[in-house]
């Protein structure tokens, strides 16, 4: 019987040694990707294409090659694409018509069926927005999450779920403070985090990084669209 708790002590010690570049990685990406938001002037194609894959993609990398996590990977199999994506376009869907719904209350006026699709810039902002939805669901979900979840085994659901949307909201505050006046930015940051504990609860659920892409990427779209 000792043996058996000394070998899950060493388990739980493992775990722990094994994650323990963990927070020092998320404190170093975020101060850096907070000094490239706030002194950069690049395009939204830079940022979305080359400064997420610095900021957000290049840490994840070099964090599984260290520590051999293999879940985050796992998320991202080829196998679960197909289901991924139809799975994120029906919720998205969803998501987006529950919007139009919610604006139509809240600014009654009549309804008028438009081909967004046919407008100009309607396919580039969508490959943008399919970037954010790649880069942010690979660092914040299939990263973040799931070394939560590997590390902290014994946090309920929601301790994890709120530590995750969290990080999230707090990586998204500077771009709030660029873009937003201070009388509106809680609104905003309201939104995001309801938006990540969502997400997150979707991730976990499902564990397919292809079904968060799809559903931020349509979410973004709608409120680019109508709000």
Do not use: C
């Amino acid at each position: 019987m000792p043996s058996k708790k000394i070998t899950r002590t060493k388990r739980r010690q493992s775990k722990k040694q094994k994650h323990q570049l963990f927070w020092p990685i998320l404190v170093l990406v975020f101060i850096f990707w907070f000094l490239y938001r706030i002194l950069s002037s690049f395009s939204v194609f830079f940022d979305e294409l080359v400064g997420k894959a610095i900021f957000f993609a290049f840490p994840v990398l070099i964090y599984l090659t260290i520590t051999g996590f293999s879940a985050t990977m796992e998320s991202l199999s080829f196998s679960k694409l197909k289901r991924g994506l139809l799975i994120g376009l029906l919720i998205g869907g969803i998501l987006g018509f529950i919007a139009l719904i919610a604006k139509a209350l809240l600014n009654p006026s009549q309804i008028q069926p438009l081909a967004f699709y046919a407008a100009e810039n309607f396919w580039w902002e969508m490959f943008l927005a399919v970037l954010t939805g790649f880069f942010e669901t690979l660092f914040f979900f299939s990263f973040v999450m799931l070394v939560i979840e590997d590390r902290y085994k014994k946090w309920s659901l929601l301790k994890k779920v709120f530590v995750v949307a969290l990080v999230f909201l707090i990586f998204h505050l500077p771009n709030l403070f660029l873009r937003f006046n201070l009388g509106t930015i809680y609104l905003h940051a309201l939104l995001l985090f309801v938006f990540a504990l969502g997400q997150s609860l979707l991730f976990y659920v499902q564990r397919n990084a292809y079904t968060l892409l799809m559903t931020q990427a349509i979410w973004g779209m709608v409120l680019l669209v109508h709000f």
